[in-house]
């Protein structure tokens, strides 16, 4: 999770924010708009703005999560960990095979272990934290050759739009 502030969102890599066609991030443009919706339901409880989502292996909607820390009084309920709840409760088992989550703010280090456990094929995220990212920025657990399960990251998609969601929760508070 990230601190109110001395807020550094991005990323270091230089294709995240370019402007022609970008098939590595482009299929996840949609998805990443709903997870930025679900995200702004986090604000009225006084939560950061993050939201995630979960898709199946076809590509369909399994389940969504927004940041309910504060509403609920849960220092797990962060919306990758409710997203990941949602889906395996959908789909019946714990394991997330062949799924994508997507999520507007890079994962923290009890949301990547989380990431891991759940088997999922791949993790998708807006902004960078460098502060406490645990996909490559701080940390990259969700990569540690050492374990044996490693989902696929893409990082970068509707970065800009994520970090200003994020930015702008902090300025006006
Ligand atoms: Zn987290």
Redesign the pocket.
């Known amino acids: ?1 990230i601190a109110a502030h001395d807020l550094t969102y991005g990323t270091r890599d230089p294709h995240g924010s370019g402007t022609g066609p970008d098939p590595v991030r482009d299929p996840w443009r949609e998805p990443m708009r709903l997870a930025l919706r679900e995200a702004a339901l986090a604000v009225p409880a006084g939560d950061v703005p993050v939201g995630a989502v979960v898709l199946g292996p076809d590509g369909d909607l399994l389940s969504t999560g927004h940041n309910e820390r504060e509403a609920v009084g849960d220092p797990t309920a ?4 409710l997203a990941l709840r949602r889906a395996a409760a959908r789909l019946g088992e714990w394991r997330l095979t062949g799924c994508t989550l997507v999520v507007t703010l890079e ?2 280090v ?2 990547a272990g989380a990431l891991v456990q759940s088997r999922v094929a791949r993790v998708v995220y807006g902004a960078g934290d460098e502060k406490a990212g645990a996909a490559g920025s701080l940390w990259d657990l969700v990569r540690d050759r050492r374990l044996n399960h490693r989902p696929e990251v893409v990082r970068g998609v509707l970065e800009a739009e994520c970090a200003r969601q994020l930015t702008e929760f902090f300025r006006e508070r």
């Open positions: 999770m962060h919306a990758e960990v994962p923290c009890m949301c």
